[in-house]
């Protein structure tokens, strides 16, 4: 699975999600939900790019 990169640097990894926020392990970047925002600093998934 391909990560994807917020410009504030966070990096989402699908294998490792984000749990604390309600993404669990092993989600795709497409099943993301679009409501979900960096846990960094808080840019939508539109500002995302694919690594």
Not at 25 to 31: F, K, L
Request: include cysteine.
């Amino acid at each position: 699975m391909e990560k994807y990169v917020c410009p504030c640097t966070y990096e989402y990894d699908p294998a490792v999600g984000d749990p604390e926020h309600g993404v669990p392990a092993g989600t795709a970047w497409e099943d993301v939900p679009e409501t979900w925002v960096c846990p960094w600093c808080g840019l939508g998934k539109d500002a995302f790019e694919k690594q």
